[in-house]
C-alpha cells in the first residue's frame, strides 16, 4: 500500500522538464516538488532537448539555428523531525544555445546557461500548512560571438564571461495528505550578476579588446502548482508560471554599439505565462502514467539574431515505476509546436520569417526512497 500511494506524490509526475524552448531561456521551470517527498529521498536525471527552428529570408537560409541542449538535475530530501524538512537541488533553469551555420549570418552563435545550487528547508505549521524558503546560488556565462568577416578572419564581435549570483526561493503549501490534495505557490527571486569583462570587436582601427561592466540579471518568476485525485488511482495536476522577462537583456554595451549588430542580443518586452495540466493514472501498486501538455501565449516580442520564437503549445507524456525496495524510475517525453517570428533581426538586414517551429525533449530520472 505505501508504493500506491507514493505514486500520487505529486512530485513524481510532469518531470518532463518544462522543456523544449519555453518563455525566454526558460527550461526547467525552477521545480522545488521534491520537497514534498515522503520519507528521505534522493534522485538524479538526465535530460536533452533537440528543435529545428529555421529562417528564411532573400539573402540566404539559416538553416536550423537551435543546437542541441543536454542538462542534468539532482536533488535530495530529509525528514529531520516530524515537522522540520529540507531539500538540496541542482538544477539548469535557463538554457538556450543559437549558431548560425548558413545565410547571411553565419559564424554568428551564442551559448546561455544558468546552473542552481539551492538549500530549502521546509516547516509544517500544522497537518494541512507549511511555509518553505531558502538561499539559490547561480552560476549564469555567456559565449557569445558574432558574424565573420571573411574565411579565415576572427569574429566580428566576441564574448565570454562567468559570474556567480544569490537569488532566495520562499513558498507557502496548503494540503489534505491523506487525499492528496495540494496547493503551493512558490517565488523565484531574480538573481543579479556584476560582469566585469572584456568585449572583443572589430573598431575603425581593426580588432581590439575593451573593458566591459554591466549588470545581467535572470527574471523573478512565480510557481502556483495544484493537485487533486479525481478517483482512487487517478491524480490532477494543473500549474501556472508567470516569468518576469519584461526588461532583461542580456546585451554587453559593445555589442548594442557595433554597426554589425545596432541591437541587443537578447531584450525581452513582455512577461511570460505558461500553463501546464497533466493526468497520473496508477495502473498497478508499482507502475503509473502520465499525460501531460502546456500552452504559453504570444508575447508580441521582437525579432532579433537570438530571438526567432515566441509562445507555443506541448503534449507529453512518460511512465512511472517504482520497486517495493523505494528505486524509482522515470522516463518521460513532450513535443512541443513553437511559434516563429519575423522581421529585420538587425537593422537593413533582410526580412527573416522563422515561420513555425518545433521541438522534442526527454527525460530520464532515478530517485531512491529510504
Wanted: aromatic share 12%; hydrophobic share 40%; with cysteine.
Amino acid at each position: 500500500m505505501k508504493n500506491l500511494k507514493t505514486l500520487l506524490c505529486a512530485s513524481t509526475i510532469a518531470l518532463a522538464p518544462s522543456l523544449s524552448h519555453a518563455g525566454g531561456f526558460d527550461l526547467t521551470g525552477q521545480p522545488i516538488g521534491i520537497i514534498f517527498e515522503e520519507g528521505n529521498y534522493i534522485e538524479g536525471s538526465v535530460g536533452m532537448v533537440t528543435a529545428d527552428v529555421e529562417g528564411s529570408n532573400i539573402a540566404g537560409d539559416s538553416g536550423n539555428i537551435a543546437d542541441d541542449l543536454r542538462f542534468g538535475t539532482f536533488g535530495a530530501k530529509f525528514d529531520f523531525t516530524d515537522r522540520i524538512s529540507g531539500a538540496l537541488i541542482y538544477d539548469t533553469p535557463f538554457y538556450r544555445k543559437t549558431t548560425y551555420e548558413a545565410g547571411p549570418f553565419d559564424g554568428t552563435a551564442a551559448d546561455v546557461i544558468a546552473t542552481t545550487f539551492t538549500a530549502v528547508g521546509r516547516f509544517k505549521l500544522g497537518e494541512n500548512f507549511s511555509v518553505y524558503g531558502g538561499p539559490r546560488l547561480q552560476v549564469s556565462s555567456i559565449d557569445l560571438q558574432g558574424p565573420f568577416a571573411a574565411p579565415g578572419f576572427p569574429p566580428v564581435y566576441q564574448i565570454d564571461l562567468k559570474d556567480t549570483g544569490f537569488g532566495f526561493v520562499a513558498g507557502a503549501a496548503a494540503e489534505v495528505p491523506e487525499y492528496k490534495i495540494r496547493a503551493a505557490l512558490t517565488y523565484n527571486s531574480a538573481i543579479t550578476h556584476d560582469i566585469d569583462t572584456t568585449e572583443t570587436f572589430f573598431g575603425r582601427t581593426g580588432f581590439v579588446s575593451a573593458p566591459s561592466k554591466f549588470d545581467l540579471e535572470t527574471p523573478q518568476s512565480v510557481n502556483l502548482d495544484l493537485q487533486a485525485p479525481i478517483s482512487q488511482s487517478t491524480l490532477v495536476k494543473a500549474s501556472v508560471r508567470w516569468v518576469n522577462w519584461d526588461g532583461v537583456n542580456l546585451t554587453p554595451p559593445n555589442f548594442l554599439a557595433n554597426p554589425a549588430f545596432g541591437r541587443p542580443v537578447v531584450e525581452y518586452t513582455e512577461d511570460v505565462f505558461t500553463y501546464r495540466l497533466t493526468v497520473a493514472q496508477r495502473f498497478n501498486e508499482n507502475l503509473a502514467g502520465f499525460v501531460t501538455g502546456s500552452y504559453e501565449a504570444d508575447g508580441g516580442e521582437e525579432i532579433s539574431l537570438f530571438k526567432s520564437i515566441d509562445g507555443g503549445y506541448s503534449l507529453g507524456g512518460g511512465v512511472i515505476f517504482e520497486s517495493d525496495e523505494g528505486l524509482r524510475l522515470q522516463l518521460a517525453g513532450e513535443y512541443r509546436w513553437l511559434k516563429g517570428t519575423s522581421g529585420s533581426q538587425v537593422p537593413g538586414a533582410p526580412f527573416t520569417d522563422f515561420g513555425d517551429a518545433d521541438a522534442i525533449g526527454l527525460s530520464l530520472k532515478v530517485g531512491y526512497r529510504f
